[in-house]
């Protein structure tokens, strides 16, 4: 039988966000637990249009590296809930923040799970344009899966260029501020922003800080999109390996042209080398 709100108790909350909160909750019945992203409709206005593409696209995907949907409820006052599978290590930038040291293997592992995950999306036509170590979940056995589909985007025909000034500022791609920098056929290429955003992530994972910014500095927006756009695209130092500096490269060119597909990475001998460890 599907499960209700009746079901289900609170036990504690595990994050807040834009315009809602995400609880750990427990089926009463079988013990199960779940996550519940409970979004207020009245917060903001385009909150409603955002956990309408939320569940969209949650339903529109089906893979072991995107967060899992197994409800959808309707609240009182408008409000609405995604039930979703729970991710018991939380994200990766809490495991970050709390000391854990990724290395090389951990960080291909990561990698080679996000970009399936990336592959399956933008083969359904969906970007995620705010991936970033806060909005990939983790479970105790080192899975990871892509979650918070609040700013995506469901491609049409013709990419275009509008409205493409969403998700957290520090992890967008050079051509997301800068038109002159979209494709040479003048668009907007969604999928390659995605890129850019996993390779800024795996960079941080590596490096415990936000790459383009010295440890521990908040960031101050007019330099940092300076730095995104006219700046040199940050890189790993010589000391790891030719496939690991390699693989960032692929996922940090400027030219969003040049920039590698999720399909493509998956070939990336980064990848292929660590695969089944
Ligand atoms: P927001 O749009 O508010 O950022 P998210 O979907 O990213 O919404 O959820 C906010 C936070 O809640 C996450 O960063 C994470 O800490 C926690 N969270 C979300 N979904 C889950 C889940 N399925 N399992 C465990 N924790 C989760
Ligand atoms: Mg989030």
């Given at each position: 039988a599907a499960i209700t709100m009746a079901d289900l108790e609170k036990v504690q909350v595990l994050g807040h966000g834009n315009g809602g909160t995400v609880?750990?909750?427990?089926?009463?019945r079988t013990s199960a637990i779940y996550a519940l992203k409970v979004m207020h409709s009245d917060s903001e206005p385009n909150t409603r249009r955002q956990i309408f593409?939320?569940?969209?696209?949650?339903?529109?995907?089906?893979?072991?590296?995107?967060?899992k949907c197994h409800g959808v409820f309707d609240l009182p006052a408008?409000?609405?809930?995604?039930l979703m599978e729970y991710?018991?290590?939380?994200?990766?930038?809490?495991?970050?923040?709390?000391?854990?040291?990724?290395?090389?293997?951990?960080?291909?592992k990561i990698a080679h799970q996000v970009v399936q995950g990336l592959e399956h999306i933008h083969a359904r036509k969906i970007t995620h344009r705010d991936l970033k170590p806060s909005n990939l979940l983790v479970d105790g056995k080192m899975r990871v899966k892509i979650a918070d589909f609040?700013?995506?985007?469901?491609?049409?025909?013709?990419?275009?260029?509008?409205?493409?000034?969403v998700g957290t500022c520090?992890?967008?791609?050079?051509?997301?501020?800068d038109p002159d920098t979209y494709g040479k056929d003048g668009t907007y290429n969604g999928y390659a922003g995605d890129i850019w955003s996993l390779g800024l992530t795996l960079l941080e994972?590596?490096?415990?800080?936000?790459?383009?910014?010295?440890?521990?500095?908040?960031?101050?927006?007019?330099?940092?999109?300076?730095?995104i756009c006219f700046g040199e695209p940050p890189c790993?130092?010589?000391?790891?390996?030719?496939?690991?500096?390699?693989?960032?490269?692929?996922?940090?060119?400027k030219d969003s042209s040049k920039r590698w597909t999720a399909s493509q990475l998956l070939s990336h001998p980064f990848l292929k080398n660590f695969r089944g460890c």
């Open positions: 609880y750990k909750v427990r089926h009463k593409q939320e569940i969209n696209i949650l339903r529109r995907t089906d893979s072991p590296y995107v967060v408008g409000d609405m809930a995604i991710m018991d290590r939380g994200t990766l930038e809490s495991l970050m923040k709390s000391g854990v040291v990724f290395g090389e293997e951990t960080i291909a609040g700013v995506s985007k469901i491609m049409c025909r013709t990419l275009d260029p509008c409205n493409s000034y520090a992890y967008m791609s050079p051509e997301r501020f994972l590596f490096m415990g800080h936000f790459p383009y910014l010295p440890e521990g500095q908040r960031p101050d927006w007019a330099t940092l999109m300076c730095a790993l130092p010589a000391t790891v390996s030719g496939e690991f500096r390699g693989f960032i490269e692929c996922c940090l060119q």
